[in-house]
T-cell receptor, first 112, second 115 residues
């Protein structure tokens, strides 16, 4: 079946460096993508989203890039901070659907 | 405003007992979702409610699992005759409309441990 996955299960980043978290999706019909951050003991928190009519979207310290050709999504975090340590999930859906498909997540650890 | 709330935050039960988990969605959100998250894994869809429409129960793993929602407010997820493999975090999310192509807002989850 269709699935959303992440390339790497863990990422260790030096504080102040930029982080890049990758996600591959397989459902070419998906047209809406979301990045969530989940801190220990908490529910997933919305970070940023992007629709398929865009290839880049920027938020505060975060940028999401979408490459529909290779079905790849990435989340870039600028100047990574200790508070960015969490599990990051990408999720996909179609605008006519209500289910989100989640990958297994990437654990980001920020080194001081 | 208040986000999605869930109770209890933690639940420890014995195998074979029934448990009931509660979710209070964001006020005005018509769509409500339940997910299960096993340790170190992603989110597994369980059930979806939208207004007065029949719920999508396609993700419920067995007939021991059931859920109800009162109008567009509180929802309860019931697990009967709990098994050790039911141990997980149960997350509830809500969204403003039918849920198509929009963000879901999550509660903190209920951590269930079945001994």
């Amino acid at each position: 079946g269709e699935s959303v996955g992440l390339h790497l299960p863990t990422l260790s980043v030096q504080e102040g460096d930029n982080s890049i978290i990758n996600c591959a999706y397989s459902n070419s019909a998906s047209d809406y993508f979301i990045w969530y951050k989940q801190e220990s003991g908490k529910g997933p928190q919305f970070i940023i989203d992007i629709r398929s009519n865009m290839d880049k979207r920027q938020g505060q310290r975060v940028t999401v890039l979408l490459n529909k050709t290779v079905k790849h999504l990435s989340l870039q975090i600028a100047a990574t901070q200790p508070g960015d340590s969490a599990v990051y999930f990408c999720a996909e859906t179609h605008s006519n659907d209500y289910k989100l498909s989640f990958g297994a997540g990437t654990t980001v650890t920020v080194r001081a | 405003g208040a986000g999605v709330s869930q109770s209890p935050s933690n639940k420890v039960t014995e195998k074979g007992k029934d448990v009931e988990l509660r979710c209070d969605p964001i006020s005005g959100h018509t769509a409500l979702y339940w997910y299960r998250q096993r340790l170190g894994q992603g989110l597994e869809f369980l059930i979806y409610f939208q207004g007065n429409s029949a719920p999508d129960k396609s993700g419920l793993p067995s007939d021991r699992f059931s859920a109800e929602r009162t109008g567009e407010s509180v929802s309860t997820l019931t697990i009967q005759r709990t098994q050790q493999e039911d141990s997980a975090v149960y997350l509830c999310a809500s969204s403003p409309r039918r849920g198509g192509g929009e963000t879901q807002y999550f509660g903190p989850g209920t951590r269930l441990l079945v001994l």
